[in-house]
């Protein structure tokens, strides 16, 4: 694996063409170009705003925040992967002309993908700085925030595994793309990204000792585990209202989270070995 990483390095302008020539092309003959990498996560501060404060009537302040500040990153984790497990088989024609590392291709997507979520960050910043100046009260970066990188370098190594993995596999078997679309629509679902992570353990209250342990098993999911980590992080803590009771916030678990990190960086390891051991088999592809 060091040779392969060797040669990749060898490779490295490569992979920076390619993700400029990503980020070009999906912009490309539209009007506002680059802007659009910014209007998306301002079109869903908008909607996010009007649905939960002035439809739904949520009692929990600046709420659309804390929803933002999971369901940015798994946008970024969710496209990566999706963008990664098609870009091998869209690519095949070249891969059977020219030589070059194979990875290039899904870390390309990846990398892409990443420079979204950043600048998406930018504006969520400038959206908390706004409503600071409306509302002022809690400053709208806590210490915390110096936690970021460190979210962004896991959350980063997970998606790498999971679309090296799926970008291999999806060469082969066809069904593999299906199989994410369907995994990553339910995770969205079954990770605290639309609700808090104090329902979860709020909802296993009432399961006695085996409350904690339930609450446990759902955030190894380190996608989950990384969702309640960057809204920990980004946000300042609150109390959340859960029917007719306020709950308090609970501290972020860094035991979990270095599972996570342990779980994410585990997964970079095999997912770029099972990579390897599958690319030069592309060609045979008919």
């Known amino acids: ?3 392969e990483l060797k040669e990749l ?9 390619m993700v400029e020539r990503e980020l070009k092309i999906r912009y490309k003959n539209s009007f506002l170009g680059f802007f659009w990498s910014l209007v998306n996560p301002l079109v869903t501060v908008l909607v996010m705003t009007v649905v939960f404060k002035y439809i739904m009537a949520n009692p929990t302040p600046n709420f659309s925040a804390y929803i933002l500040a999971a369901y940015l990153p798994f946008m970024f984790f969710q496209l990566a992967v999706l ?3 098609q870009s091998v088989i869209t690519a095949l024609p070249l891969v059977r002309k020219i030589y070059f590392p194979r990875e290039v291709l899904p870390l390309a997507m990846i990398a892409s993908n990443f420079v979204h979520l950043v600048l998406a960050l930018v504006v969520f910043f400038a959206y908390l700085l706004v409503i600071w100046i409306r509302h002022p009260g809690q400053p ?3 210490a915390t925030i110096l936690w970021l990188p460190v979210l962004l370098v896991i959350n980063l190594a997970l998606a790498t595994g999971l679309g090296l993995l799926t970008s291999a596999l999806n060469t082969f078997y066809e069904d593999v793309k299906y199989i994410v679309s369907v995994v990553l629509y339910l995770m969205f679902f079954l990770c605290p990204i639309m609700y808090f992570s104090e329902n979860v353990w709020h909802s296993t209250r009432d ?7 339930f609450y446990t ?3 190894l999911n380190p996608v989950a585990m990384l969702s309640t980590a960057y809204r920990k992080v980004l946000v300042a803590p609150q109390p959340v209202k859960i029917g007719e009771v ?5 501290p972020l678990d860094w035991g979990l989270l270095g599972i996570t990190a342990l779980t994410s960086f585990g997964l970079l ?18």
């Open 9 to 17: 390095w060898r490779f490295r302008e490569l992979l920076t063409s």
């Open 83 to 85: 963008d990664a497990a």
């Open 246 to 250: 306020w709950v308090d916030p609970l």
């Open 217 to 219: 098993l759902y955030h």
């Open 269 to 286: 390891i095999f997912g770029y070995w099972v990579f390897n051991r599958l690319k030069w088999r592309f060609v045979e592809r008919p």
């Open 1 to 3: 694996m060091l040779s």
């Open 207 to 213: 399961k006695g000792p085996w409350g904690d342990v």
């Open 140 to 142: 709208p970066f806590q």
